[in-house]
């Protein structure tokens, strides 16, 4: 099973939005709404920021939002702060004989 | 509170197995839609699913790791172990364990150990 496709890197000025495209197929992102996406601060361990494709748990800022058309899920941070410099990855269901298929993951820069 | 904690060794040699211990609290792996898997992140590189063991003993693995991977669970001890056959210096990475809950939050991992470094070397 292929990773998923990130960009390898985005970025954006403080205050403007970003957009991290996920592409995968339809045995994966496409045939499931089960798109979750994970930020890293280097050195740290991953959260979740988004999961069933549009879902913020508790504490997530609303700035962050998801999204899907067809096989490409995408997160969106709006409103760009320091602090969401990061390295950022998505992640599928894949079927039952592959639970979860991780993206290649995007580095996220605040210019 | 859900807390998850590795442990394990920090250096294996080649062809050596390699056991990993994820020791939780704040739940219980005997409620139903609760699961604990294991991924792991080579240095610099991105995240790969290993494992993923239910509160109804289920068992998944990643295809491309199946015949070396078995994970296990001891609910009253609140532990989850996973074992890795015929390591590799390929498989140097850090490992993480971390929560799932299918009938809250689907697909996906919510609450993740610290992870630990494993290193395969002679």
């Known amino acids: 099973q292929s990773a998923l496709t990130q960009p390898p890197s985005a970025s954006g000025s403080p205050g403007q939005s970003v957009t991290i495209s996920c592409t995968g197929t339809?045995?994966?992102?496409?045939?499931?709404?089960?798109v979750s996406w994970y930020q890293q601060h280097p050195g740290k361990v991953p959260k979740l920021m988004i999961y069933?494709?549009?879902k913020r748990p508790s504490g997530v800022p609303d700035r962050f939002s998801g999204s899907k058309s067809g096989n490409t899920a995408s997160l969106t941070v709006s409103g760009l702060q320091a602090e969401d410099e990061a390295d950022y990855y998505c992640?599928?269901?894949?079927?039952?004989?592959?639970?979860?298929?991780f993206g290649s993951g995007t580095k996220v820069t605040v210019l | 509170q859900i807390t998850l904690k590795e442990s394990g060794p920090t250096l294996v040699r080649p062809t050596q197995t390699l056991t990993l211990t994820c020791t939780f609290s704040?739940?219980?792996?005997?409620?139903?839609?609760?699961?604990v898997g294991w991924i792991r992140q080579p240095p610099g590189k991105a995240l790969e699913w290993l494992a993923l063991?239910?509160?109804?003993?289920?068992?998944r693995y990643s295809p491309s790791l199946k015949s070396r991977l078995t994970i296990t669970k001891d609910t009253s001890k609140k532990q989850v172990v996973l074992t890795m056959t015929t390591m590799d210096p390929v498989d140097t990475a850090t490992y993480y364990c971390?929560?799932?809950?299918?009938?809250?939050?689907?697909?996906?991992?919510?609450?993740w150990g610290q992870g630990t470094m494993v290193i395969a070397s002679s």
């Open positions: 704040g739940y219980s792996l005997s409620t139903s839609g609760v699961g």
């Open positions: 339809s045995s994966d992102v496409g045939g499931y709404n089960y």
């Open positions: 063991i239910y509160w109804d003993d289920d068992k």
């Open positions: 992640s599928s269901y894949a079927g039952s004989n592959n639970l979860f298929v």
């Open positions: 069933e494709v549009n």
């Open positions: 971390a929560h799932s809950h299918y009938y809250n939050g689907g697909y996906a991992f919510d609450v």
